[in-house]
C-alpha cells in the first residue's frame, strides 16, 4: 500500500528546532527552541490559532504534553521549576525543584494524576497532581539516594520509582520501590515495599 505524501501545515519557528512532540490527540504539535529559550505551538485544524511560551531567563531544559493534550509542561534549566501552561486559558502552574529535566514525570494511563519527582533539602520526593486542576495533592518522601526514574502501574494502582546505579559496587544493582496507592484522592500515608533488581535499563511493569 502506497500513501500520498502530501504537506498539510506548513510552520515557521523562530529559531534552531530543539524538540518536536505530537499531543496524544494528533490535534497539536510542539517545537522546542530550547536555546532561545521558547516553546512554539500549532494546530493543524487551525492554522490561524498558535501559541508562544517564553520562559526568558529560567530557560527550557525540556517540553512534553499532557494526556489532554490541552497542556505544556516545561522544565526550566538547572531544575529550578516545572511549570504547566495551559492551551485554555492563561493560567499556569508551578512545580518547585523538578528531580529530572526529561524524566521524573508519569501520568495515569487514564490521564488523570501525574506523578513528579522533586528534590528539597538533599531528599527525593514524590508529588501527585490532579491533572485537571493541577493541584498538588500531596508529597511524600522516598527512600533513594539518587532517584533515577518514575512510572505509574499499568492499572494506575502503584507507583514504581529506581535509584540511580550504585557505582561503588563491582556488580551495578538498582533499588526498586513500588508504593501502593489505594486511595490517591484521600492520599496519608503510604507504604513502600524495597526490592534489590538486577541494574538493566529500562524498567517496566
Known amino acids: 500500500m502506497f500513501y500520498d505524501l502530501q504537506v498539510v501545515q506548513l510552520f515557521s519557528c523562530l529559531d534552531k528546532i530543539s524538540h518536536v512532540e505530537w499531543a496524544n490527540d494528533s490535534e497539536y504539535i510542539l517545537c522546542g527552541l530550547y536555546k532561545r529559550p521558547m516553546i512554539q505551538a500549532w494546530s493543524l485544524t487551525q492554522p490561524e490559532w498558535t501559541c508562544k511560551i517564553d520562559e526568558g531567563p ?15 509542561l516545561t522544565t526550566s534549566d538547572f531544575q529550578l521549576r516545572l511549570t504547566v501552561w ?4 492563561t493560567a499556569c502552574v508551578h512545580v518547585q525543584g523538578p528531580k529530572h529535566g526529561s524524566k521524573g514525570v508519569s501520568f495515569t494511563r487514564d490521564g488523570k494524576f501525574a506523578a513528579i519527582c522533586t528534590r528539597r533539602d538533599c531528599k527525593d520526593y514524590v508529588n501527585l497532581l490532579s491533572c485537571h486542576t493541577w493541584e498538588i495533592m500531596g508529597a511524600f518522601a522516598v527512600d533513594t539516594l539518587d532517584l533515577a526514574d518514575i512510572e505509574w502501574s499499568p492499572d494506575d494502582s502503584a507507583i514504581v520509582i ?3 546505579p550504585l557505582e561503588y559496587k563491582v556488580i551495578e544493582f538498582v533499588f526498586c520501590f513500588i508504593y501502593h496507592v489505594s ?5 496519608i500515608s503510604m507504604k513502600g515495599s524495597k526490592c534489590g533488581v538486577n541494574y538493566t535499563l529500562p524498567i517496566s511493569w
Open 86 to 89: 495551559s492551551l485554555l486559558n
Open 183 to 187: 486511595r490517591v484522592l484521600d492520599f
Open 162 to 164: 529506581w535509584d540511580s
Open 58 to 72: 529560567a530557560g527550557i531544559a525540556y517540553a512534553r504534553w499532557s494526556p489532554d493534550s490541552r497542556h505544556i
